[in-house]
């Protein structure tokens, strides 16, 4: 079966098409600045050139009729009609306490996404309009909603409730919901796998390293805690987010600094992170490990304080779980960066972990990179969101 899965967001959507049977991604992309001037549509089918065409898309409707012209394109698409598309997977960022599974889309579960906006405002109203877009363009395909809060709703209430009044929950739903939930779902799976073990009889913590980043805390299958919580701005120190603080940061910077709410919430969202640590120098790990190897102060008191925060939480959720038996580095950073992954890890002896400094020279591909004798299997594993929405479109369609 061919899966089209789309990740949507306000100005951009991002797909590709996945063979289901052989697992193989026949061609992907993405559309950027939809809505704005300049838009662009990026096309790569599999083993192919990558294309990229300026072309005008005032809405997300006209940028996924693009994407279908592409794939069915005469010379580099990769199907011949629209029937080959047989199922649309969909990301969608959250949703709430009423999905703790992939739906198939209807009316009913549109209008309970809908109810779930406030709670992810950026987001969620974004990935509505693809959905509604291809449901037009596409009539009678079935589609299938993946959420990245789902996996996460397994949390016991001691995990997912904050420390204040109560009835912010049962009225505002404020409570952990966590994100990244398709990633963690398919890494804890994965490492199972790849370590010949069940992931139902194992404690796995999934460090999700990228530009956001979480960690997860995966008891026997399930999620029973996660460092993101309302929000994707709580837990670890995140490129420009800047993860826990105190809260009562927000009423000391204000005042100092007469800003008000929406420009703390851009600060911290946006300006901080190992970003706002470096005194701007960069989010991305690659120039922060550069300015560290040049001795620059700034490259590395940011990696040292997102190494740090990592290892505080792995501490965590060890505790939480009462042991642990895997740990697994995934995403951007998890997945390239050895040398975050070797500072990280040096602080996890107490644990039995026995780090393997050559295994650990490796990038992009599943590896145990703990010694075979260590108590804690240490591992990387390459995340694949889309293929996870694959799998879960199919298991539903
Ligand atoms: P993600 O959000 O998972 O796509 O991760 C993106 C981040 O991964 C980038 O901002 C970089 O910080 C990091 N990254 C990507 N490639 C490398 C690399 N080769 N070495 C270190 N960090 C990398």
């Known amino acids: 079966m061919n899966v089209l899965v789309i990740n949507c967001g306000s100005s951009s959507l991002k797909y590709q098409l996945i063979n289901s049977d052989s697992e193989a991604v026949l061609a992907k992309g993405l559309c950027e600045r939809i809505g704005i001037d300049g838009s662009r549509i990026v096309y790569q089918p599999a083993g192919g050139e990558k294309e990229v065409t300026e072309s005008p898309m005032p809405t997300h409707q006209q940028a996924i009729q693009l994407v279908l012209d592409a794939l069915m394109n005469e010379k580099t698409g990769v199907i011949k009609s629209l029937s080959e598309v047989e199922a649309v997977g969909h990301r969608v960022v959250h949703g709430g306490e009423k999905f703790a599974k992939s739906v198939v889309i209807d009316d009913e579960v549109l209008a309970a996404v809908e109810a779930c906006n406030d709670l992810a405002p950026l987001h969620n109203p974004a990935n509505l309009i693809g959905i509604r877009a291809c449901q037009e363009l596409m009539p009678g395909v079935p589609m299938v909603a993946v959420f990245d809060t789902a996996f996460h709703q397994t949390m016991p209430e001691k995990a997912y409730l904050y420390g204040i009044p109560y009835k912010y929950y049962e009225e505002d739903q404020v409570r952990r919901y966590g994100f990244h939930g398709t990633s963690h779902s398919f890494v804890s799976k994965e490492t199972a796998a790849f370590l010949g073990k069940n992931v139902e009889d194992m404690k796995i913590i ?192």
């Open 206 to 397: 999934v460090c999700h390293l990228g530009n956001g980043a979480s960690l997860s805390a995966v008891d026997h299958g399930k999620s029973v805690d996660t460092s993101m919580g309302l929000t994707p701005l709580e837990g670890l120190i995140m490129g420009t987010r800047s993860g826990d603080l105190d809260p009562a940061i927000l009423e000391y910077l204000g005042k100092k600094h007469n800003m008000d709410l929406p420009a703390l919430m851009n600060m911290l969202n946006k300006e901080s992170g190992v970003y706002g640590l470096s005194g701007d120098l960069s989010s991305d790990f690659r120039d922060l490990e550069d300015a560290a190897a040049a001795n620059n102060p700034a490259g590395i008191r940011a990696r040292n304080a997102f190494n740090y925060r990592v290892i505080k939480y792995i501490g965590a959720y060890a505790a939480a779980m009462n042991g642990v038996d895997a740990i697994a580095f995934t995403a951007g950073v998890g997945e390239n960066d050895a040398l975050v992954r070797k500072d990280i890890c040096a602080n996890l002896g107490y644990l039995g972990v026995e780090f393997d400094e050559e295994a650990n020279n490796v990038r992009g591909k599943d590896a145990l990179i703990s010694k075979p004798s260590s108590k804690v299997a240490v591992v990387l594993i390459p995340t694949n969101e889309e293929l996870a929405i694959c799998r879960e479109t199919v298991a539903l369609v």
